[in-house]
Nanobody, 123 residues
Framework: QVELVESGGGLVQAGGSLRLSCTASGRTFSNYAMGWFRRAPGKERQFVAGVSGRSLAKDYADSVKGRFTISRDNAKNTVYLQMNSLKPEDTAVYFC????????????????WGQGTQVTVSS
C-alpha cells in the first residue's frame, strides 16, 4: 500500500505559476513511477505528467508540454509538478498517482491515488 498526500493547490491568475507537491509513504519510493492526473469539472480524468523511479524517463500530456515540469526527490519521498504559464483550462482537481511500472502510468488502472488538490486559474 502506498499513501499519497498532495499539497500546493490554490487560486492563481492566468499566466501565473504554482508548484504541487506529493509526499508518499508506505513503500520504497524509488520503486514507483509517479505522476499527476487532473479532472476538470464535467470531464474525465486526464493524464498530465509522469516520471520513472529514478527520473530517467518523463512523459507529458501534449496540453502541458513546455509549461509544466515534473520532478522527484527520492530522498524526500516527494514528487513535484511545477506549473507555469497557467491557463483557465488548467483549472481542475490534480491527483498524485503511483504505480510500479512507468509504462502503465498513463493507463491508470493499477495506480495508487491521492485525494487531490484543487487548482483554479482565473482569467
Amino acid at each position: 500500500q502506498v499513501e499519497l498526500v498532495e499539497s500546493g493547490g490554490g487560486l492563481v491568475q492566468a499566466g501565473g505559476s504554482l508548484r504541487l507537491s506529493c509526499t508518499a509513504s508506505g513503500r520504497t519510493f524509488s520503486n514507483y513511477a509517479m505522476g499527476w492526473f487532473r479532472r476538470a469539472p464535467g470531464k474525465e480524468r486526464q493524464f498530465v505528467a509522469g516520471v520513472s523511479g529514478r527520473s530517467l524517463a518523463k512523459d507529458y500530456a501534449d496540453s502541458v508540454k513546455g509549461r509544466f515540469t515534473i520532478s522527484r526527490d527520492n530522498a524526500k519521498n516527494t514528487v513535484y509538478l511545477q506549473m507555469n504559464s497557467l491557463k483557465p483550462e488548467d483549472t481542475a482537481v490534480y491527483f498524485c498517482t503511483a504505480t510500479t511500472t512507468f509504462g502503465q502510468l498513463r493507463e491508470g488502472s493499477q495506480n495508487y491515488w491521492g485525494q487531490g488538490t484543487q487548482v483554479t486559474v482565473s482569467s
